[in-house]
């Protein structure tokens, strides 16, 4: 909307301010250097020349909401406002958002980060969740830390249960595999690079079950693409290996009491066995005295063609007047 006061064609003659908030995924310099009041903030935006200043995207920025007039009480924990930038790093007026209140979440064991990219939590920890990837690993904050972390460490503080989960969806979405995993655990599935199956549950923590004929198991949603799409941009996005699954975690410790609820293998066969029963046509059977035992279907019977008269052979001609009558013979006998 203003390229020129935006810095879009000379950054050099950029008069609108950064927004002071952490960028996350550059260095940690980069982020400190460009962090500053809001105060300050909010000042040099209404000494802007008034076309900026005054225009509607920076007044609704300004606006008064609703829960703005409310005072907490003491009982009130407030959660933390973070301000989130564009990864890269382009931006204008109009992106001017307001501050996005974060999940909470606490570390139910030690994690050992293997990449510059992750952060390691303790157990105990509360960490705020930035982004949920479908790959399970989430990038969170703790204070200066940030990076990413396995989904599968981490736990609500309200409920052992992820509220957010869906529901399975039996009908089951079309996927290949992009990298084959072999199988360490009796409930997951083992594939190779490039076999077609069907999603049925897509869970948080990365690991989704999956269904092959009438086979199912879990496996890693980073090592599968939608049917139809490119397969190549998809491998290139790998960059870090499955994360851990919550069963594989040792020395967990839950502030709940009651265990994280999550469906066994046997109810999604046996679940997914019924629904592609009744999927599949069935035949109408025909009526059975009660107690019979059911009958096998007979191929049908082809019918065969009828059997033509038989034509009798032409008599002779003394044969012929032998047996006519009276009156025939006579006109013979006149014609003659």
Request: some cysteine; overall charge positive.
């Amino acid at each position: 909307m203003f390229p020129i006061e935006a810095g879009d064609i000379n950054p050099e003659k950029r008069i609108i301010p950064h927004l002071p908030a952490p960028r996350w995924f550059d260095g940690q310099r980069v982020a400190e250097s460009r962090q500053g009041t809001l105060t300050e903030y909010c000042n040099s935006l209404m000494n802007l020349p008034g076309k900026i200043s005054r225009c509607n995207h920076l007044l609704n920025f300004f606006k008064v909401r609703p829960d703005d007039l409310k005072l907490p009480t003491d009982s009130q924990v407030k959660k933390p406002e973070t301000y989130l930038v564009p990864r890269d790093g382009k931006s204008n007026v109009t992106d001017i958002t307001g501050p996005i209140i974060l999940q909470t979440y606490r570390a139910i064991a030690d994690y050992e980060k293997s990449s510059g990219s992750e952060m390691a939590l303790a157990t105990g920890d509360v960490v705020d969740v930035v982004e949920k990837s479908q790959s399970g690993w989430w990038f969170c904050q703790m204070k200066t830390k940030r990076g990413w972390v396995p989904a599968s460490y981490l736990e609500p503080l309200d409920s052992p249960d992820e509220a957010e989960d869906p529901e399975p969806n039996y009908a089951g979405e079309p996927y290949v595999t992009i990298k084959a995993y072999t199988a360490l655990l009796e409930d997951e599935m083992s594939l190779e690079q490039g076999e077609t199956i069907e999603v049925i549950h897509k869970l948080l923590d990365g690991w989704w079950v999956i269904r092959k004929e009438d086979v199912t198991g879990y496996f890693p949603s980073m090592y599968l693409q939608q049917a139809g799409q490119d397969t190549d941009q998809a491998q290139s996005r790998i960059k870090r290996g499955a994360p851990p699954r919550r069963s594989s975690i040792r020395n967990a410790h839950s502030i709940h009491q009651q265990s994280r609820k999550r469906l066994s293998q046997d109810t999604y066969r046996r679940n997914s066995v019924r629904f592609l029963q009744q999927r599949r046509p069935r035949a109408r059977p025909g009526p059975q005295s009660p107690g019979s035992p059911l009958k096998e279907e007979e191929p049908p019977k082809t019918e065969r063609p009828k059997p033509q008269p038989a034509v009798p052979p032409r008599p002779s001609a003394d044969l012929i007047l032998h047996r006519c009558s009276e009156s025939t013979k006579r006109k013979l006998a006149s014609a003659v």
